[in-house]
T-cell receptor, first 113, second 113 residues
Framework: DARVTQTPRHKVTEMGQEVTMRCQPILGHNTVFWYRQTMMQGLELLAYFRNRAPLDDSGMPKDRFSAEMPDATLATLKIQPSEPRDSAVYFC???????????FGQGTRLTVV | GEDVEQSLFLSVREGDSSVINCTYT??????LYWYKQEPGAGLQLLTYIFSNMDMKQDQRLTVLLNKKDKHLSLRIADTQTGDSAIYFCAETSRSGNTGKLIFGQGTTLQVKP
């Protein structure tokens, strides 16, 4: 049963701490997206990768956020230092170029206090 | 840039039809999607339409695309309480071969018994 796996599912942290969210895309998928979902902004595209190379990270605050794909089975999204306004659900999705469907993980619910 | 807009809320009675509307700005959109999000879960693809089509039907779901007006709609026939969820419109294009996947704000569908 192929699925996108995100860890952790929930994270509560104090302001100023580093947060790392991880995503395991579906094996063989070469495009990975990171989204942030909030009540106010809806679903915002933060960054996406194709074949592990970043194609667009213009949606991401550069001073504190970073996204990487150390290998084809792992994508990471880091926030350092975290702030209360970063509280949101962060979703990872993957698909193959030429495929129509992007598959979503269950999300990481981040709360920064 | 690309933008996708949806109304935020729709309430219908069980058994009625629901129509959720979406507008987009990217004239190079190739695929347009409808995703469903249930509480506490990730997004799941409901259906999609290729930009050279104007209608697609899949059981209780009918998608209409007016490419001239850049308007997409999702009709759910015989709406059930289990259809209560957030529905996202999304588009992807091959402009610059980016394959970026952009979502609207989501429409919360409330189905009253």
């Amino acid at each position: 049963d192929a699925r996108v796996t995100q860890t952790p599912r929930h994270k509560v942290t104090e302001m100023g701490q580093e947060v790392t969210m991880r995503c395991q895309p579906i094996l063989g998928h070469n495009t990975v997206f990171w989204y942030r979902q909030t009540m106010m902004q809806g679903l915002e595209l933060l960054a996406y990768f194709r074949n592990r190379a970043p194609l667009d990270d213009s949606g991401m605050p550069k001073d504190r956020f970073s996204a990487e794909m150390p290998d084809a089975t792992l994508a990471t999204l880091k926030i350092q230092p975290s702030e209360p306004r970063d509280s949101a659900v962060y979703f990872c999705a993957s698909r193959n170029v030429g495929n129509t469907e992007a598959f979503f993980g269950q999300g990481t619910r981040l709360t920064v206090v | 840039g690309e933008d996708v807009e949806q109304s935020l809320f729709l309430s219908v009675r069980e058994g009625d039809s629901s129509v959720i509307n979406c507008t987009y700005t990217d004239s190079s959109s190739t695929y347009l999607y409808w995703y469903k999000q249930e509480p506490g879960a990730g997004l799941q693809l409901l259906t999609y339409i290729f930009s050279n089509m104007d209608m697609k039907q899949d059981q209780r779901l009918t998608v209409l695309l007016n490419k001239k007006d850049k308007h997409l709609s999702l009709r759910i026939a015989d709406t059930q309480t289990g259809d209560s969820a957030i529905y996202f419109c999304a588009e992807t294009s091959r402009s610059g071969n980016t394959g970026k996947l952009i979502f609207g704000q989501g429409t919360t569908l409330q189905v009253k018994p």
